[in-house]
């Protein structure tokens, strides 16, 4: 099956900046939506931006105006540009992508994820 791997992840000051990219690789016979989601300590995940195969975005309302997500059909990745970042923006952030299998079905599959601290 596919795999999703992050990268771009660290530590950046309020205000600061950070890219965080995810690419698919292994068995791939198409991709669907694909989404960054985030988890803070002792909150539950939630959906940051997402993407449908399309190039339609969505954003959650605490990042509009700050995050961009983009993605690369022909390199299967996804892209999240953060930028004027807030403590309140740390936590972990996950790759989500939806592969399609060669009978047509499709299943949802996640990334490690990669840590973002952001300090004030």
């Known amino acids: 099956q596919a795999q999703l791997v992050e990268s771009g992840g660290g530590l950046v000051q309020a205000g600061g900046s950070l890219r965080l990219s995810c690419a698919a690789s292994?068995?791939?016979?198409?991709?669907?939506?694909m989404a960054w989601y985030r988890q803070a300590p002792g909150k539950q995940r939630e959906m940051v931006a997402g993407?449908?195969?399309?190039?339609?975005?969505n954003y959650a309302d605490s990042v509009k105006g700050r995050f961009t997500i983009s993605r690369d059909n022909a390199k299967n990745t996804v892209d999240l540009q953060m930028k004027s970042l807030k403590p309140e923006d740390t936590g972990v952030y996950s790759c989500?992508?939806?592969?399609?299998?060669?009978?047509?079905?499709?299943?949802?599959?996640w990334g490690q994820g990669t840590q973002v601290t952001v300090s004030s």
């Open positions: 989500n992508a939806e592969f399609r299998r060669p009978s047509g079905s499709w299943y949802n599959y």
């Open positions: 993407i449908t195969s399309g190039g339609i975005t």
């Open positions: 292994g068995s791939i016979f198409g991709i669907g939506s």
